[in-house]
């Protein structure tokens, strides 16, 4: 799959700039604070409907205006759609090929990106929410009815939470059932990511970065997983029940609490690099190494699953890698399959063999060069 085309207006601090790309590689330069990462938000935006850099829809316009717009011309396939998303006053307004479309499900016509960017190192740092956010973002990219199925999870879990202050038993044991059977299924979809990122994590690592390490991923739950369990051999019917049985012994403590103490919202998942925590232990470089590893790793997982290479995202190639592993990055990328975009600061690294498109960024105007 391929974005042949964009046109932005009043994206953040893209004013206007319509842009064709390179099937291959496309590389966005310039100094800091230009717009390059902007760019990249643009084309993730039309992957997953949101930003990768903030949650707060009112920053993706444009300072003193109304609305933005990103429009996009993907192939998927043999196929080619106009994908059009407009934010700003009156909410959200999806288009494919000029049509307006009211359900996310229906919009991404099977169009996907992976990304990297420097702060994905919240992701083995940070809090738990964030590394919940990563696994459920790759069961999307999978299927996107996991974004359905995350939803009603949280609805529920808010019903539940009601019940629970309000003294609600019976209604607390019902939203309980109900909620084991979405937990159950969106934990399913969680386990099988990171089940399949561990068959390949290592050897990925080793590719991208040229140093041999084990690096693996554990699920971390009060509830799913005992010690002896292995993921293979849990399924969604199995989770289901395991969490509705949890569900009920933590009825006392829930009530006391006013809110639910465990279940998908609560788990989370540790990076090791060779046995070690990766949150503790390694240093900046590791971390940031893991995580573009970790981004390559869904992007081989996604072409097998689909059949078609998803989009790469690389923001700031120049950061925290010195300029080695940013030569050996660069190359692994461009022995990829299908497109990606790269920003850096620096374009000294570049090697004159990697065939690639590039553009100037400066003040949020995108120029060829």
């Not at 059009?84 to 999806?94: A, C, D, P, T």
Request: with cysteine; aromatic share 8%.
């Amino acid at each position: 799959m391929r974005l042949k085309s964009i046109n932005i207006q009043d994206f953040r601090n893209l004013v206007s700039s319509a842009l064709d790309f390179s099937p291959g590689i496309n590389i966005f330069h310039g100094k800091n604070a230009q717009g390059k990462t902007n760019l990249l938000d643009a084309v993730y935006l039309l992957a997953h409907l949101s930003s990768f850099r903030t949650s707060r829809v009112s920053e993706l316009v444009c300072w003193e205006k109304k609305r933005a717009k990103v429009e996009g011309l993907v192939q998927v396939g043999e196929e080619t759609h106009k994908l059009k998303v407009s934010i700003g006053e009156g909410g959200r307004r999806l288009f494919v090929n000029d049509m307006m479309v009211k359900e996310p499900r229906d919009f991404f016509m099977g169009f996907r990106v992976v990304v990297f960017s420097p702060d994905q190192v919240d992701i083995i740092k940070g809090n738990p929410s964030n590394r919940r956010k990563y696994l459920d973002r790759s069961a999307f990219r999978r299927s996107s009815e996991h974004l359905v199925r995350v939803r009603n999870y949280n609805k529920v879990l808010r019903n539940r939470n009601i019940s629970l202050k309000e003294g609600r038993i019976d209604l607390v044991d019902l939203y309980g059932r109900q909620l084991a059977r979405y937990g159950g299924v969106v934990t399913d979809a969680r386990l099988k990511v990171v089940s399949q990122i561990n068959e390949i994590l290592s050897e990925i690592y080793y590719s991208v970065v040229g140093v041999k390490n084990n690096v693996e991923i554990k699920y971390e739950s009060k509830w799913a997983l005992d010690k002896e369990e292995n993921i293979s051999s849990m399924n969604e019917d199995i989770l289901e029940e395991k969490l509705y049985r949890s569900l009920k012994s933590t009825v006392s403590l829930d009530r006391s609490r006013g809110y639910t103490s465990l279940g998908p919202h609560t788990d989370d998942i540790s990076f090791t690099l060779d046995g070690f925590s990766a949150g503790r232990f390694a240093s900046q470089g590791q971390v940031r190494s893991i995580m573009v590893s970790l981004n390559m790793t869904e992007y081989h997982i996604l072409h097998e699953i689909l059949g078609d290479p998803p989009v790469v995202l690389l923001d700031d190639l120049s950061s925290e890698l010195d300029v080695s592993r940013r030569r050996h990055l660069l190359n692994y990328i461009n022995e990829l399959e299908g497109q990606a975009f790269v920003t850096t600061t620096d374009t000294n690294f570049l090697n004159n063999d990697v065939e690639r498109k590039e553009f100037l960024v400066h003040d949020g105007v995108i120029s060829n060069g």
